[in-house]
């Protein structure tokens, strides 16, 4: 870019969306008319000189140099000199390439310069030559807490993490590296004590691509995510608020895109993570892909066009699980990893290719993974079938091998969930649960302690005590698995190949425990009798009637079925829900408490046989916090290449809102879907929906379009619905070549 000498002042926003307020003006040295000078042009801005760097990418950070607040120089060609605004703290840069000109009065400069859009002080680092991967892991709240703080590592750095965490990613890095690319790994804030919304993440792992992009040779990363991960790049990729252009792949390992059954989240928190008080307040992301997965999917429903996605998803062999995800495994009906069901994992509308493996979710879970190879081979089938194949340049390379195909080997089908069973346990104590069993299948008896001597054994209804020593003297009777001394909390699971019929009973003997410990029991087994619930809505406002239904199969002689209502205010309501037409049914007026709530239904009642049983199960629905609603005031125009459309929305409060919409032809077939997410003030404010012109253009089909499928929502924490709406709006009648791709747009520039 070439500068008129004589003091012309530039700025650095003016080809750019942010306002850095960084403002310079340049003169020639005249003893010398190869050199310059720089000054800051307003007070605000201070300059620095730079030499002995050949690239931007060198300059790691540029707040270490020596500002000065008004000039300096001489300034050689291949120098760079820096600038930062006191103010807006955005740094900017350029290097000296030309100065050349007849004479002093009339020379020019040819400069390249830069702007940290994001405020970064780091213009690096530099390519490395080598393609880029990202991994981004999943959630950890099964392990220690890690931080968006740490940063984005590189390999080896930190690579596997840290403690209880050392599973997280496993082998996949140095098979990576030794395949020639360079490996790196996201942070996201998750564990125990916290884990952020998946937006929150997502505006973490934009801010660390950012800080490698550069070094990929085209300036985009593969991100290779696990678990929440892949939702979190998913909220990056397909936020066009947040997305930087700076992804070509994305392969998911075990990611739940169609969310993850709450029975299964509900016995994480009470069996796995006793004491941890897990809430949505903590768990924020967990919630968002359990109980609100719907409200995601819809503002995420399109595909990054520029992005090739790749899903990986395992359905784990009950004999190959190990430790906690023997017992998960059991709790989700159907194919899973012993956390996420397959078809949630493969089930990402629009990706390239899908794989199905029979992998578990984790190292911890199984005895291979998606991060760890089957016994006797080199590489996980994730890696071998799908993510080696596709980085050596087969876009079309994830399939499964004829090896992973007859991997499957069969599965006790565990149908019929009891209650989970809860309390405080003491040294000395003996604590007993009875619970019938009243069909010859496959039956799981699984207990959790928070530490100390603990002794789990279970009683037959023929009187049998079965302990680990029986388990180990008659394996094709019961396998035995104890957690290791190491974990918190402290487990161990009995599965019987065929239970006997009729009382079990489960026995825990306390020896020397902490004080304040608890416990938690729980069975699941083949039966017919098997407990389902829903709600006649996904949310609610205030004040609205929710109806509950439960069915309960097997053709008991007597049931009861019971319904706990877990508010986020920390209320718990109790229901009964009434017999008729096959079901049982309750009708709930829908309290001032918004957030989710959790219900928790159990049945209890005998068989036709006259054995008592019990069964429970969960689910879990929103209550609107009200906070934002459509003032329906739209407007439509052409922002070229894309069209834009203004939806106006009344605030209550402060806070950050979420709109996605569509846009559909007079026939109702789709065009093209937007989404932004926006801090916002309390009162009237205005929302702009920019529809991608490719997309438009791409559908072939012409205007009038129609605005539908509105979601509204708060996204201050836990995503949460405020409001839906269909058909809300028509636009002018554009015809799609209005949004051809080789239409010339000339900008206006006022000077």
């Known amino acids: 870019m070439g500068w008129p000498e004589s003091g012309y002042v530039f700025l650095f926003d003016d080809y750019v969306t942010v306002v850095s307020n960084i403002e310079a003006w340049w003169s020639i040295n005249r003893l010398n008319p190869d050199?310059?000078?720089?000054?800051?042009?307003?007070?605000?801005?201070?300059?620095?000189?730079?030499?002995?760097?050949?690239?931007?990418?060198?300059?790691?950070?540029?707040?270490?140099?020596?500002y000065s607040d008004w000039s300096v120089g001489p300034v050689d060609e291949g120098d760079f000199v820096l600038f930062r605004n006191l103010n807006t703290g955005f740094y900017a840069a350029l290097r000296v390439d030309d100065i050349y000109g007849p004479s002093p009065l009339s020379a020019t400069l040819d400069a390249t310069w830069y702007l940290q859009e994001n405020g970064s002080a780091s213009f690096g680092p530099c390519s490395s030559g080598k393609p880029v991967v990202v991994l981004v892991h999943g959630w950890q709240g099964l392990g220690t807490q890690v931080s968006c703080s740490k940063g984005?590592?590189?390999?080896p750095d930190n690579q596997n993490f840290d403690g209880e965490n050392g599973d997280t990613i496993g082998d996949l890095p140095d098979w990576l590296t030794s395949q020639g690319f360079e490996v790196w790994s996201a942070h996201l804030t998750t564990g125990p004590d916290q884990t952020d919304s998946l937006r929150s993440n997502a505006l973490c792992l934009r801010d660390q691509i950012a800080q490698v992009r550069s070094r990929a040779p085209d300036g985009k990363v593969i991100l290779i995510a696990h678990s929440m991960g892949g939702l979190v790049s998913r909220a990056y990729i397909e936020d066009d608020g947040l997305y930087q252009n700076d992804v070509k792949t994305l392969i998911t390992l075990g990611s739940p895109h169609q969310g993850v059954p709450v029975p299964w989240w509900d016995t994480v928190k009470r069996l796995v993570g006793l004491l941890k008080g897990w809430t949505?307040?903590?768990?924020?992301?967990?919630?968002?892909?359990?109980?609100?997965?719907?409200?995601?999917?819809?503002?995420?429903?399109?595909?990054?066009?520029?992005?090739?996605?790749?899903?990986?998803?395992?359905?784990?062999?009950?004999?190959?699980?190990?430790?906690?995800?023997?017992?998960?495994?059991?709790?989700?009906?159907?194919?899973d990893d012993s956390a996420v069901p397959q078809t949630s994992g493969n089930g990402l509308s629009g990706s390239h290719q899908t794989l199905a493996t029979n992998e578990a979710h984790s190292?911890?879970?199984?005895?291979?993974?998606?991060?760890?190879?089957?016994?006797?081979?080199?590489?996980?089938?994730?890696?071998?079938?799908c993510i080696q194949p596709v980085l050596a340049g087969n876009p079309d390379g994830c399939h499964a091998t004829a090896a992973q195909a007859s991997a499957a080997a069969a599965t006790p089908s565990f149908s019929a969930l009891s209650p989970i069973v809860e309390g405080s346990l003491s040294s000395g104590q003996q604590v007993t649960h009875t619970l019938g069993v009243d069909a010859n299948g496959s039956a799981l008896f699984a207990a959790s302690w928070t530490g100390g001597a603990v002794t789990f054994t279970l009683?037959?209804?023929?009187?049998?005590?079965?302990?680990?020593?029986?388990?180990?003297?008659?394996?094709?009777e019961v396998s035995y698995l104890q957690?290791?001394?190491?974990?918190?909390?402290?487990?161990?699971?009995?599965?019987?190949?065929?239970?006997?019929?009729?009382?079990?009973?489960?026995?825990?003997?306390?020896?020397?425990?902490?004080?304040?410990?608890?416990?938690?029991?729980?069975?699941d087994m083949e039966s017919p009798i098997i407990l389902t619930g829903q709600t006649d809505r996904e949310w609610y406002t205030p004040g609205a009637t929710a109806t509950l239904t439960a069915t309960l199969g097997g053709s008991p002689s007597s049931a009861t079925v019971t319904a706990a209502i877990l508010r986020a205010d920390g209320i718990t309501d109790t229901l009964t829900l009434s017999f008729g037409g096959g079901q049982y049914q309750a009708s709930y007026t829908v309290p001032a408490a918004p957030g989710y709530a959790e219900v928790r239904l159990v049945a209890t009642g005998t068989t036709a046989g006259s054995l008592s049983f019990e069964r429970g199960t969960s689910l879990a629905f929103q209550i609107s916090p009200g906070t934002f609603t459509l003032t329906n005031n739209y407007s439509d125009s052409l922002a070229a290449p894309d069209l834009?459309?203004?939806?106006?929305?009344?605030?209550?409060?402060?806070?950050?809102?979420?709109?996605?919409?569509?846009?559909?032809?007079g026939s109702g077939n789709f065009v093209a879907h937007a989404l932004t997410i926006q801090d916002v003030t309390a009162g009237a404010t205005t929302l702009s929906l920019r529809f991608d012109g490719a997309d438009i253009f791409a559908s072939q089909r012409n205007g009038p379009y129609t605005l539908t499928n509105v979601l509204l929502t708060d996204e201050s924490g836990a995503t949460l619905v405020t409001q839906q709406a269909q058909a809300v709006y028509i636009t002018a009648p554009y015809l799609y070549t209005d949004f051809a791709p080789n239409r010339i747009y000339l900008p206006l520039i006022l000077r």
């Open 280 to 335: 949505c307040e903590n768990q924020v992301a967990v919630c968002e892909f359990t109980h609100g997965i719907a409200n995601f999917d819809q503002h995420h429903s399109v595909r990054r066009t520029g992005v090739d996605y790749y899903t990986v998803s395992g359905d784990l062999s009950f004999f190959d699980a190990r430790g906690w995800g023997l017992i998960l495994r059991a709790v989700i009906p159907g194919a």
């Open 35 to 66: 050199r310059g000078w720089f000054y800051g042009y307003n007070l605000s801005t201070q300059v620095a000189h730079v030499t002995g760097v050949a690239d931007i990418c060198e300059i790691a950070d540029a707040s270490i140099y020596s």
């Open 644 to 665: 834009n459309v203004t939806v106006g929305v009344n605030a209550t409060v402060s806070g950050t809102v979420g709109l996605s919409a569509d846009l559909v032809d």
């Open 459 to 476: 009683e037959s209804p023929s009187g049998q005590v079965i302990d680990p020593a029986y388990a180990s003297a008659h394996p094709d």
């Open 152 to 155: 984005i590592t590189l390999y």
């Open 483 to 523: 957690s290791t001394a190491d974990q918190t909390p402290q487990g161990a699971t009995y599965a019987i190949t065929t239970a006997e019929t009729g009382v079990w009973t489960m026995r825990l003997q306390a020896g020397s425990v902490p004080e304040g410990s608890a416990y938690a029991l729980l069975a």
């Open 363 to 385: 190292k911890g879970f199984g005895l291979f993974s998606y991060f760890g190879p089957p016994p006797g081979d080199l590489y996980s089938f994730a890696y071998a079938d």
